[in-house]
């Protein structure tokens, strides 16, 4: 008896539709064949939810670990098929049937129906975020549909034919076929050959005009065959190959850590029909920044969790984007739902730095700040970044010898030492500080009123989220509360730390940057300093910058955003304009990523070998054509002044992101004497 075998779907499908021509019935095997999935091995879907069933347990006081929940069910499993085996040809097992008495093991009294169907539910999630639909078979289906032809899915599995719809209908071609059978309903299996005769009696099926398609030789092949039925069967080998892939980097996994994120990236990709031809900025942004941003949010996650976080507030423009990936990916990954609340937060550096003066007023830090930037040179600058009226201070610059234009910043022409060191006198001041918590108290009053309507104030522990780099918005926003008694402990978790300014910390506010911190020697994900702006762009919110906060004439606050429609406000739209591909593919990995990671079962710690080579590569070697795609075209730096700098301190960036495009190709070794550089620079710090 010859099993006919294909060995690609082209082939097995012309010849499936040569013979359905004199067919009236269609049954398709359903895993491995009209779905496929991208773990290579079906029972590590199990993993993560012996996980979130030990997460469960441990909310109620009970002490499971997830391999202790693992093996307990592994043992039921195995004994419910040999009581099975007792009774009929096929070893197959029922999952409600072993699933209720393992957890009723478990959780005893509570093991409720409730607890089994979010456990069912789960299990299925999971399962469904590894599943995908073979395309070309189901176009064929499609013609069989129109052919009038009964199309069956048969599976031989321990899940009841009820969760294979859910299945098939995640998949979205339930409407396609006529039923779904399952070997857990009746205990008879494709693989003895039993279910087609029980089949072949309740649809009343002629056997010699049935045609069923496979992939097991023996289960889809022989059995059928020996019962009458027409079978083909698929023997893939590109698939095979695939899986042969993945299965090699999962087991390389275990004991190499950097293969750990690299088999993360291999279940985030694509398949069959999801592999469509894409923008570049969408696959950067699916395959570069996608997975460093789940890393750095499950790890935020994690962090709140281990720090008894009440809410995290995701700040700033990219705290935005933050959110939204959060929204799309950590929900699968923490089903148990134990997680803080969250809340978008309306700030900026402009919008906080004269709300930070109403009670400390301005100190020497905060003005070295202002002149950080190589725009900004005199007091008007100041009182630009603090949103400060110059004319009540005229007459406290004039007794320390300064007027509103001296020159404050040695980058420019006209500095001398001596003015430094009078506006360093001048900071001393009582009234000039005075006359600075008064200008600066109303937006104060006003961001209280915004904090207090979200919440702010009701949480012991907040976390701050932030893109980061030197921590200004949390200094700035730490000092516009911190004289309230129930100011909250402020946890910042910044994407990148670079602390070129020392921070302030304390035991109620802290910054740590979780993909990048200074204070934490980590070289290759120094890598982050090269594109710094690309990150702010590329996470940056659709809506204006806020340029501060303000008191209404009844007493209410407002939220006051930057005008859209000046050169600068037009030059951000054509930037988020050249940035939609790429945020789009961010975003579409979001819940890719946490599909990946909860069936592995890693965190950042685990995926940062496989992180930090993403970060040398693409940044430190990137190829001239990724920094031609990638790099922005605008960058707004609402700090930073229109002052020309002295021609003496005007040196023009030479890091490998703001090279032109003729450098970049034909410049000697410019890749590798910048990273050199950069290396001497970090071991220098």
Not at 407 to 429: A, C, M, P, V, W
Request: net charge negative.
């Amino acid at each position: 008896m010859k099993i006919l075998k294909y060995y690609s779907l082209f082939s097995l499908i012309s010849k499936g539709k040569e013979i359905a021509k004199g067919v009236d019935t269609v049954s398709f095997d359903l895993f491995d064949t009209l779905l496929i999935r991208r773990i290579h091995d079906p029972d590590l879907i199990k993993l993560p939810v012996a996980r979130y069933v030990s997460n469960l347990a441990k909310q109620r006081g009970l002490h499971w670990t997830a391999t202790q929940v693992q093996d307990l069910r592994d043992t039921i499993e195995a004994r419910h098929r040999l009581e099975t085996g007792k009774r009929f040809d096929d070893f197959e097992a029922c999952y409600p049937s072993y699933m209720k008495e393992m957890l009723a093991e478990i959780f005893s009294d509570e093991a409720t129906d409730t607890l089994y169907d979010s456990v069912a539910d789960y299990e299925v999630a999971v399962e469904n975020s590894m599943l995908v639909p073979r395309g070309e078979l189901i176009d064929w289906l499609s013609e069989l549909r129109e052919q009038n032809k009964t199309i069956l899915v048969v599976s031989d599995i321990y899940l009841p034919a009820e969760y294979l719809k859910r299945f098939v209908q995640h998949a979205g071609f339930y409407h396609l076929v006529d039923d779904i059978i399952s070997s857990a309903d009746t205990f008879l299996a494709k693989a003895s050959g039993k279910a087609f005769p029980l089949i072949q009696k309740k649809y009343n099926i002629d056997v010699k005009r049935w045609l069923h398609v496979g992939d097991n030789p023996i289960s889809d092949g022989l059995r059928p065959l020996e019962f009458g039925v027409q079978a083909l069967v698929l023997h893939d080998a590109e698939e095979g190959r695939r899986k042969s892939i993945i299965k090699r980097m999962v087991n390389y996994s275990a004991g190499r850590p950097f293969w750990r994120g690299r088999a993360l990236q291999q279940l985030m990709q694509p398949l069959e029909y999801e592999n469509v031809e894409r923008d570049d900025l969408y696959i950067e942004g699916y395959s570069f920044l996608g997975p460093l941003l789940g890393a750095f949010v499950q790890s935020i996650a994690e962090e709140s969790v281990k720090r008894s976080i009440g809410k995290i507030f995701f700040m700033s423009r990219e705290g935005w984007t933050f959110k939204k990936y959060w929204e799309h990916s950590i929900p699968h990954l923490f089903p148990e739902g134990n997680l803080p609340a969250t809340e978008y937060l309306y700030v900026s550096r402009m919008a906080l730095a004269g709300a930070s003066c109403a009670y400390t007023g301005l100190t020497q830090t905060k003005a070295d700040i202002v002149f950080l930037p190589r725009g900004n040179s005199d007091f008007l600058d100041v009182c630009r970044v603090f949103s400060l009226d110059p004319g009540p201070f005229v007459t406290h610059l004039a007794r320390y010898k300064l007027s509103e234009t001296t020159t404050l910043s040695h980058l420019h022409t006209g500095y001398e030492q001596k003015n430094s060191e009078q506006f360093r006198e001048l900071i001393q001041d009582e009234g000039f500080q005075n006359e600075i918590k008064r200008q600066t108290r109303p937006a104060n009053d006003a961001l209280q009123l915004y904090l207090e309507e979200l919440g702010f104030f009701d949480h012991s522990d907040v976390a701050l989220v932030d893109i980061g780099w030197l921590g200004t918005i949390q200094r700035f926003f730490y000092d516009a509360i911190a004289h309230r008694n129930d100011a909250p402990v402020c946890h910042g978790l910044l994407f990148g730390a670079t602390r070129g300014i020392p921070f302030p910390t304390t035991s109620k506010n802290s910054i740590e940057g979780i993909m990048y911190d200074k204070d934490r020697f980590d070289f290759a994900a120094s890598a982050i300093l090269y594109a710094r702006d690309l990150f702010e762009e590329a996470c940056r919110a659709p809506h204006p910058t806020l340029n501060g906060y303000g008191m209404k004439e009844n007493g209410d606050y407002e939220l006051i955003f930057r005008r859209t429609d000046d050169a600068i406000g037009q030059a951000e739209k054509l930037q988020d304009e050249n940035y939609v591909a790429l945020q789009q593919g961010v975003f579409e990995a979001a819940p890719a990523y946490a599909a990946a990671s909860a069936l592995l079962g890693y965190s950042i710690k685990d995926y940062r070998p496989w992180l930090n080579y993403l970060l040398v590569s693409k940044l430190a070697f990137p190829k001239t054509r990724e920094v031609i795609n990638i790099r922005h075209r605008h960058h707004l730096d609402d700090f930073h002044g229109a002052k020309i700098v002295s021609k003496s301190s005007d040196r023009i960036s030479d890091g490998i992101w703001d090279l032109p495009v003729f450098a970049l190709r034909f410049s000697p070794f410019v890749k590798l004497r910048r990273f050199l550089r950069h290396m001497k620079e970090r071991l220098n710090e």
